[in-house]
């Protein structure tokens, strides 16, 4: 069965949307785990032409398991631009629910369900985050755990966006609140695309929760992480927040998120 199945009645239909670059050694675990957390749920691999096999291997999961489609792309050009492209495939194909995690297992598909509810339960994004209680990074390093929490801390001060893990990759959304955002056109290709998704709903005043999650380091494989992509994350949220200034734009900010 490949996306686009129907749910259960009176079930959101929600898509899973995980981007992929060598990811081989992960993605059979991976897919075999979101399945049986989200079994009415559909999942879409947005390969990026992975040298490795990563599409091979999730297409054969997807005839083994059902409800798993690949979007293959072309070539590697960032996070932003596979996820712009996965919720163009899902909001195009009617889903209520599109969400975002990594296929390297930091992040626990257990806690779908959890994510999907706080949508359900009237919230337009619910981000997986380290940073309120109950939320961890075990088995960090210390100057990790310092640059990641500082990162996330500015990016609020700067963007005045009640948010405290604004660089979680692991979320969902409601598709309404997708489409007003203007999602298609972000500038971000790295994390900061996290960013830039938060700060845009934040602006029309959406619903925020923050969920907490454990995030755990990959096990397998090499991590995508670079100082170039975290350059580009801060050096987009000091444009955006100056550009406020500038302007003196005074926007509608949403409720703190929940948590």
């Avoid at 930091?106 to 779908?112: I, N």
């Avoid at 390093?141 to 005045?160: E, K, Q, T």
């Avoid at 406020?244 to 948590?259: I, T």
């Amino acid at each position: 069965m490949t996306a686009g199945a129907a749910s259960s009645p009176g079930r959101a239909r929600v898509l899973v949307v995980s981007p992929t670059y060598c990811e081989a050694e992960n993605v059979e675990k991976f897919l075999t785990r979101v399945c049986t957390a989200l079994p009415d749920a559909d999942v879409l691999v947005v390969d990026d032409a992975s040298p490795d096999g990563t599409a091979e291997l999730a297409e054969e999961c997807g005839r083994r398991l059902g409800r798993v489609s690949v979007l293959r792309r072309g070539a590697k050009e960032g996070l932003g631009a596979a996820y712009r492209a996965g919720f163009t495939y899902g909001l195009a194909r009617g889903f209520e629910i599109l969400v975002e995690m990594d296929a390297d297992l930091s992040h626990d598909p257990a806690m779908l369900p959890a994510l999907v509810a706080a949508i359900e339960g009237g919230a337009d994004l619910a981000i997986g985050s380290r940073y309120v209680n109950g939320g961890s990074t075990p088995n960090w390093p210390f100057v990790r755990r310092v640059i990641s929490r500082v990162g996330c801390r500015y990016a609020a001060l700067a963007l005045h966006i009640p948010v405290r893990d604004a660089t979680s990759g692991f979320r969902a959304f409601r598709a309404e609140a997708l489409r007003s955002a203007g999602y298609e056109h972000t500038m971000a290709n790295g994390y900061g695309f996290q960013i830039e998704l938060a700060y845009r709903l934040v602006q029309l005043g959406a619903r925020v929760v923050e969920v907490p999650i454990v995030f755990t380091d990959r096990v397998r494989g090499v991590s995508k992480m670079s100082l170039r992509i975290a350059v580009e994350a801060m050096l987009l949220v000091t444009r955006w927040g100056v550009s406020d200034l500038v302007h003196g734009r005074r926007w509608r900010r949403g409720p703190a998120p929940d948590r």
